[in-house]
């Protein structure tokens, strides 16, 4: 499907990393580096394009794809994170994991989350295979 010619959404270095999940620092020094591409605005701040930050977003994600650790699966949404709080229940349990700026919540299995020692500090990744993702644009 052709897109509008619509100038594509320019990017603050602050604004880039809350997209990624970084420090400001940790974006600028991608920059520095040279594995992302930015020009300066009138004032003088750095300006990354949006198509430049999404192509950069999907490398990296390609090294957290479950194929690169050993565990090929079909699903590509993969948000590695903390728990911050688990709730047994007689047969289910209700998982909270922290996904850098993102909540999410699982019901699981009691016997499930036992298994996996799901308590909260314990690492985890939530690995979402939707068939219904609503999407909002800011």
């Known amino acids: 499907m052709a897109q509008p010619d619509r100038p594509v959404h320019p990017y603050r270095i602050g604004e880039a990393a809350a997209m990624l999940g ?47 650790e050993g565990r090929p699966s079909s699903a590509r949404n993969r948000f590695p994170g903390i728990v911050t709080d688990v709730v047994l229940g007689d047969v289910a349990a209700q998982v909270e994991i922290q996904a850098g700026p993102f909540r999410v919540v699982s019901l699981i299995s009691r016997e499930s989350a036992e298994e996996l020692a799901l308590v909260p500090g314990a690492p985890a990744t939530a690995v979402i295979k939707s068939t219904n993702v609503v999407i909002e644009r800011r």
């Open 22 to 68: 970084v420090s400001a620092d940790t974006m600028r020094r991608w920059v520095d580096a040279g594995r992302l591409d930015a020009t300066r605005d009138g004032h003088g701040h750095r300006i990354i394009p949006g198509d430049r930050l999404a192509a950069f977003a999907r490398e990296l994600a390609k090294p957290e794809n479950a194929e690169a």
